[in-house]
């Protein structure tokens, strides 16, 4: 079985290119994910595909979010997108936290505007049963999209990602966005045996997507617990910790770096690190050199621009970017990003001027 099989409907086996691979390792990107001195610090942002770029706006005229993460041909396009006009550092594989779980089977859709939203919400013992092992075969457009993916990418690594379990629990016990996670704090004060139970079985599904993207050619993970910082660090401790943990240690050991990251958790930063990341992410509530004191040695960090601040003009934008790399000087290891993902109605350009800026500003 060869990894040029394309997208004729078999799906290609993972054998990524040698030669790529080693392109790959000398990346800014996962020089600094091993805090290695890099030649500028590397730049990406999250939700950089997406609707902020016109060119996505068109190729997704029509075609629902779901229904456009399982096209391995659109994937390609769009994770591109913003690689090619952006020159950001990474791209990152265009998909969404929801997808394993569609994969397996569950009642769910991404609402635009609303996020994602399952039809039958899982509250009972009795519901856990429908959440079922994720295999590779239930993503093969993901290891067909990664394949394709990694060839048009040449040197410029590709970033997996995942949603953390307790993340992808607050959507499937609420039954969609919350603001409050009220049910799902219930089941976690509740009944902490079933939510152990649900959070343990989210590992699992999770922890298979991201070995299905790694063993595509993938380069790094990331974890993404977006709501993680609705929990004090005791019940973050207890009740959450051992599933991310279990996910982290289940993708150690390929030499594939692991970001953790998560918004309003400047309170958990250390716990987040401990959990088993090697790259931790900041969001724009703590500045970088705190965060380096929160998450303690040995890990690099990511941050940490507030996106708004792209609203607000090159000059302020430039401000705050020299103010995240003033406070990140020193640091082993620093990539650039956004506090929280890109918002739909940023200019593009700013983003194209923010990476030069950066690229300039660190250039050695
Ligand atoms: O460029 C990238 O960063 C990769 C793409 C990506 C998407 N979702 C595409 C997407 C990533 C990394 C995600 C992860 C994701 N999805 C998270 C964690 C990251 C975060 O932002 O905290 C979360 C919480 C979700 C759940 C989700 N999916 C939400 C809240 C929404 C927004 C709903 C809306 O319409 O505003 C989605 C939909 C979604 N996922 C879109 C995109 C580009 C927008 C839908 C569209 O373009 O039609």
Known sequence: ????????????????????????????????C??????????????????????????????????????????????????????VDAAIYFSDIVVPLKAIG?????????GPVVEQPVRTRADLARLRDLTPEDVSYVTEAIGML??????????????APFTLASYLVEGGPSRTYENAKA????????????????????????KVQIAAGASAVQLFDSWAGALAPADYRRSVLPASAKVFDAVAGHGVPRIHFGVGTGELLGLMGEAGADVVGVDWRVP???????????????????????????EAVETKAREVLDTATGLEGHIFNLGHGVMPSTDPDALTRLVEYVHTQTAR
């Not at 990524?16 to 020089?31: T, Y």
């Not at 730049?43 to 229904?67: C, H, N, T």
């Not at 004060?189 to 991201?210: H, K, M, Q, S, V």
């Open 150 to 163: 990694t060839r048009e990418l040449g040197s410029t690594p590709l970033i997996g990602f995942a949603g």
């Open 106 to 114: 569950l009642d769910l859709d991404i609402k635009p505007g609303i």
């Open 1 to 32: 079985m060869s990894a040029n099989a394309g997208p004729t409907g078999q799906t290609p086996t993972a054998t990524p290119d040698p030669v790529r691979n080693d392109a790959v390792q000398e990346s800014a990107f996962l020089k600094a």
């Open 288 to 314: 970088m050199d705190e965060a380096a004191r929160r998450v303690g040695p040995g890990k690099a960090l990511q941050g940490n621009l507030d996106p708004t601040v792209l609203f607000a003009g090159r």
């Open 34 to 87: 091993r805090r290695e001195p890099v030649p500028h610090t590397p730049v990406w942002f999250m939700r950089q595909a997406g609707r902020s770029l016109p060119e996505y706006r068109k190729v997704r005229e029509g075609i629902g979010m779901l229904d456009s993460c399982m096209r391995p041909d659109l994937v390609t396009e769009i994770t591109l997108q913003p690689v090619r006009r952006h020159h």
């Open 187 to 210: 089941m976690m004060y509740g009944d902490p045996e079933l939510w152990a139970d649900l959070l343990d079985r989210l590992a699992d599904i999770t922890a298979a997507f991201l």
